[in-house]
């Protein structure tokens, strides 16, 4: 599968030699997909949506996350409430965690008919304790149902080893001078992985 701007779903079934459109039902820019098998898949997007397939597909359910705004000020709220969905990703049918804006991180246990919260561990971290502060995570992946890291904006990396109860930033990034983004990652099961930013970065995580 490939998406993009405008609601584009594209999938292949022959290695990318040809590919058909899939019809998603938004206009929305689709940043990132995750799937478990053929069949059951989601999809996320601007404006707090994600989409999710049970046929390979042939059709898109469309759903809204409803961010929280508590401790936020008023000025505040209209830019928190509908967060930028950049990634997404499933360990199973049931356990999956989507990132976007504003530091959003959200955890499903249910296959995604419900999404909580986990990103207010990070706030009081890093001097930042503004919920508008927290880094944009662009990029989300979990080795298993505790084992998981994000990477976003000023090449802020943050782990979690309980499931996503607490998030913690890592030393990995403080010994990247820059602080342009980083975008995504592939872990491996041994504790290493990789992780891609701007200025062609590629960091090397290892256990």
Request: charged share 20%; glycine share 14%.
């Amino acid at each position: 599968w490939i998406c993009g701007q405008d609601g584009l779903i594209l999938h292949t079934t022959d290695g990318g030699e040809t590919w058909q459109k899939q019809e998603s039902g938004i206009k929305l820019s689709i940043f990132a997909m995750s799937f478990i098998d053929q069949n059951r898949g989601w999809a996320v997007a601007q404006q707090a949506t994600y989409l999710h397939t049970t046929n390979g597909g042939a059709s898109w359910e469309e759903g809204r996350i409803e961010a929280s705004v508590e401790g936020v000020s008023e000025e505040a709220t209209l830019a928190l409430v509908d967060p930028t969905l950049y990634d997404i990703y499933f360990l199973d049918d049931k356990t999956g965690w989507m990132v976007g804006e504003f530091g959003k991180i959200y955890h499903s246990t249910d296959g995604g008919v419900t999404w909580k919260e986990q990103q207010n561990a990070l706030l009081g971290q890093a001097g930042i304790d503004d919920a508008l502060n927290l880094p944009t995570w662009f990029g989300v992946r979990f080795v298993n149902a505790l084992e998981g890291t994000v990477v976003g904006l000023e090449g802020k990396i943050a782990k979690t080893t309980d499931g996503g109860q607490t998030w913690t930033y890592t030393a990995e990034d403080l010994a990247v001078t820059s602080t342009e983004p980083f975008y995504a990652l592939r872990l491996t099961g041994d504790g290493g992985g990789w992780i891609v930013g701007a200025r062609a970065r590629v960091l090397e995580l290892h256990e």
